[in-house]
């Protein structure tokens, strides 16, 4: 028990020393991006035949530069969307922005971000958009582009519009707001993830076209796709045209659905179901703690057995139905808590963020990266000061050292690709040349 507890006040320490470090990455793999833009285009209701092409953006806190003014931290920002063709601006848009709040902790906080939506009436070509990111107090510009292509209007068979997976949704009020559909405010989800915020529903908005020749009752089929698993989720709707346009929100349960990578389908179907148009949208379903108390409770109580003593261990193990186990969870990390009352759990968002970093860079094929020793380390000890790669050395297998400088005293760990499969064992400090370490 006292050497977890050491592990837990050494945790606990390194937080607060790493926060606003960059994350340590030896992959390629980029890391979460923190502006972000997607699009969805749909017919205008102009007699021009040209389409309303709907660009979102999001903009994270982590990716600003605030200042500390005393009583609160600001950033100033200008964010530019330009539509190309041919080398040449058809259309743009600039918006300048200040962002204030009032604690550093929220300044740096995934939490908090910003999203918009930017509305152009473009003729049916091929486009690249755009959208750059300008920091003012930093003088820096970030650039985040994309191709499309919006199709001509006029078809004799029904159409699809794009789909616009959707965020949040809320009555339209009595101010307009770039966001109204009819009757409702649709926030775009622009990172097309979804269970973050535990509503496990899938929202999207699509309309349907009838086209220039009057055609019998069309079936809507929509189908969940898991990227490896196949079809998940089947319905089908008859759309009935009463008028030349059928606007559709929908939503669909993920609750019994294992997080992983999906594709949502929308096809339309006419006589003999014979497919006549098709779209489809990529989004995920992350795996959060109240999914892993779900589907892999056992997981998630080792990764917490880093960082945890027997007691608070034994505690969630005992635990069985969902509700007992989800209590037990919260209750843990409301221990760790270093600012109770406030929206974000530092603590608790850190430890996962260095899962998250682990997985990406040190997975392997036989294990996820959080449990490799290299994994392990970075978790507990956070982002080393330094690494010495050694991938080719005579008569010796490839290995790492890793040095912390920082904090109460200088640390050193060594890892060696014992197998050649990169899995790179850690063997010192521990005693044993190619010991694995019982964590």
Do not use: C
Not at 245 to 256: G, K, M, P
Not at 331 to 357: A, C, H, L, M, Q
Not at 373 to 386: A, C, M, N, T
Request: no cysteine; hydrophobic share 35%.
């Amino acid at each position: 028990m006292r050497k977890l507890a050491i592990i837990s006040i050494l945790f606990l320490f390194a937080l607060s020393a790493t926060l606003s470090a960059q994350a340590f990455r030896t992959s390629k793999k980029p890391a979460e991006d923190n502006f972000i833009i997607d699009y969805a285009s749909f017919y205008s209701d102009s007699l021009d035949n040209k389409s309303r092409l709907e660009v979102y953006y999001q903009i994270y806190n982590p990716i600003l530069s605030f200042e500390d003014m005393d009583d609160y931290f600001e950033a100033e920002y200008e964010i530019t969307v330009r539509v190309i063709k041919d080398d040449r601006v058809v259309d743009s848009y600039t918006h300048n922005q200040t962002v204030r709040v009032d604690s550093k902790q929220k300044a740096l906080s995934k939490y908090n971000y910003r999203t918009n939506q930017v509305n152009f009436q473009l003729k049916p070509d091929k486009y690249e958009i755009v959208a750059t990111l300008f920091d003012i107090k930093k003088n820096k510009e970030i650039d985040r582009k994309l191709k499309l292509k919006l199709e001509k209007h006029g078809n004799k068979r029904p159409v699809i519009s794009d789909i616009e997976l959707v965020q949040a949704i809320a009555p339209a009020g009595e101010d307009y707001s770039i966001f109204d559909k009819g009757s409702l405010r649709l926030i775009p989800s622009v990172r097309h993830k979804y269970g973050q915020s535990g509503d496990m529903k899938l929202f999207f908005y699509l309309e349907i076209y009838q086209g220039k020749e009057k055609s019998d009752d069309i079936v809507v089929e929509t189908v969940l796709r898991h990227h490896t698993k196949g079809m998940l989720y089947r319905d089908t709707l008859t759309a009935v045209f009463d008028e030349p346009v059928i606007r559709q929100f929908r939503e669909i349960s993920l609750a019994d659905l294992r997080p992983g990578e999906f594709e949502l389908f929308v096809s339309l179907r006419g006589r003999r179901y014979k497919k006549i148009d098709v779209k489809y949208k990529d989004f995920e379903l992350v795996w959060t703690p109240q999914a892993m108390i779900k589907f892999d409770y056992d997981v998630l109580v080792s990764q917490i057995e880093m960082i945890a003593d027997k007691n608070e261990t034994e505690i969630l193990k005992d635990k069985e139905t969902f509700e007992e186990r989800y209590n037990a969870f919260n209750t843990f990390w409301e221990t760790k808590d270093p600012t109770p009352g406030t929206y974000e759990n530092e603590v608790k968002s850190e430890f996962y963020r260095r899962i998250s970093v682990a997985n990406q860079n040190f997975s392997y094929i036989y294990n996820n990266g959080w449990r490799t020793d290299r994994g392990r380390i970075y978790i507990l000890y956070g982002e080393p000061d330094q690494v010495d790669d050694y991938p080719i050395v005579p008569d010796r297998r490839p290995y790492q050292e890793w040095h912390y400088y920082t904090g109460s005293q200088y640390r050193k760990f060594v890892f060696v690709d014992v197998n050649l499969d990169g899995d790179y064992r850690l063997v010192y400090p521990y005693d044993g040349l190619y010991q694995r370490p019982d964590f």
